[in-house]
């Protein structure tokens, strides 16, 4: 986040002891809490609920986890945050109609395929974007085996390599 921010000028969003964190360090942040909603230039972000460890590299609480809901002008996106299942994720649906949920699949820490399948459905969207993934030994999947099994419940999981982009 803090490369990603330095890089491009970009305002850091996230929970209120996170933005807190990086605003004493110079960057510019927005804070958020479960539940709350903000109007930016790009469209409105609702902040809603993750489980997950929440804590920086040096021991600093990093308050309590979530995701994003973002409701742009043309297209939906849900970032789940590195997180597990969560019952909370039938709630989306009821406010957003979304075009991309974005789910962690690696295991060990967060969703396995399984539960990303079942959060699918819970959000009721069809096109994910998987991430938390290969990125260390704890967490590495099957990309053919992924890709199938959801497809094979009607879903189309996109799988990036670093440096990949796609357009909604």
């Not at 933005?19 to 469209?43: I, V």
């Not at 030994?137 to 992924?146: F, L, P, T």
Request: glycine fraction near 10%; charged fraction near 25%; hydrophobic fraction near 40%.
């Amino acid at each position: 986040m803090e490369a990603i921010a330095k890089r491009t000028g970009a305002v850091i969003v996230s929970n209120a002891e996170i933005a807190g964190y990086y605003a004493a360090k110079g960057f510019e942040a927005h804070p958020m809490n479960h539940g709350g909603s903000w109007n930016f230039d790009f469209g409105r972000v609702k902040y809603v609920n993750a489980i997950h460890s929440s804590s920086f590299p040096d021991g600093t609480y990093g308050g309590n986890p979530g995701g994003f809901v973002i409701e742009g002008e043309h297209k939906n996106i849900y970032i789940a945050g590195d997180t597990a299942l969560t019952m909370d994720m039938k709630l989306i649906p009821m406010r957003t109609k979304l075009d991309l949920a974005i789910f962690p699949i690696g295991d060990n820490f967060t969703m396995d395929i399984e539960d990303a399948i079942l959060a699918s459905d819970f959000v009721e969207c069809d096109k994910i974007l998987g991430y938390h993934y290969d990125t260390f030994g704890y967490i590495k999947i099957d990309h053919k085996e992924a890709i199938q099994r959801f497809f094979d419940k009607g879903k189309d999981l996109m799988l990036l390599d670093i440096g990949d982009s796609i357009e909604l």
